[in-house]
């Protein structure tokens, strides 16, 4: 039988990839860091991270909701982690420290949100993948969820990765 390329889900990243994307996202990421973004799941085809509520997070004092601002960061980071993962994937045959110096020219072209329900709760659900991995730009879809699972806002986004 012919060998054709593997099928992203196909691909199970290398502990090292792993850790070295979680630190970059994480903490190196400063922004990322004061939002509280924790990355649950990393896989080639989907990428999930959590925010836990906290007070610095409010966004309308009246009501104890999440700030806008924090979901429209947080879904534009997870856009961007689905496209690190999509370029991981792609270049399984580096090592995880150059597949890591890739994403040093990734950048947001475009992002747009929907708002679907008002976002409280005292956790949040992030997830992302990539539509389209072109040769200069990406095409991701998000999600922002409630603790119970509820869809709370949708955005897409496009990622310069050339």
Known sequence: ???????AADIVFEDEFVVGLKKVFEEMIVFNKMLGLKITSLKPERVMARIDMRNELVGHFAYNRIHGGVISAGLDAMGGLAVMAAIGARHMDESP?????????????DLRVDYLRPGIGDHFELRAEVMRLGSRVASTR???????GKLMSTGAAAYIVS
């Open 142 to 148: 998000m999600e922002f969820l409630g603790a119970d």
């Open 97 to 109: 420290t150059q597949r890591l110096q890739r994403f040093a020219k990734l950048g947001t072209i």
């Open 1 to 7: 039988m012919p060998h054709h390329s593997h099928k």
